[in-house]
């Protein structure tokens, strides 16, 4: 059974920074891309960074220049570096990993003060 899990969540005032952090467990092996996405209240979950394996990366428009995403393909692991982080980066991340399906995380959750 494969199991992503995410951590490094918490409250943050803004301007501050966080790191998120992913592992995946279990039976995956050759995962082609991580990534995390977001989802606030009452809308849609969208893309905040992912990467290949080969280490294509890929931000969402909100959060370019911010956010930095990194991992590490023997270790199976993603960090999402956040900076600056604003009162409408909070949400809840969820860490993917694709591997012809998507495995997701529970969630992890960030809230920025003003």
């Known amino acids: 059974q494969v199991q992503v899990v995410e951590s490094g969540g918490g409250f943050v005032q803004t301007g501050g920074s966080l790191r998120l952090s992913c592992v995946v467990s279990?039976?995956?092996?050759?995962?082609?891309?991580m990534g995390w996405y977001r989802q606030a209240p009452g809308q849609q979950r969208e893309l905040v960074a992912t990467?290949?394996?080969?280490?294509?990366?890929e931000y969402g428009d909100g959060v370019k220049g911010r956010f930095t995403i990194s991992r590490d393909n023997a270790k199976r692991t993603s960090d999402l570096q956040m900076n600056s982080l604003r009162p409408e980066d909070t949400a809840v991340y969820y860490c993917?990993?694709?591997?012809?399906?998507?495995?997701w995380g529970q969630g992890t959750q960030v809230t920025v003060s003003s």
């Open positions: 993917v990993a694709f591997r012809g399906a998507a495995y």
């Open positions: 990467m290949t394996s080969g280490g294509v990366t």
């Open positions: 279990g039976k995956l092996l050759g995962i082609t891309l």
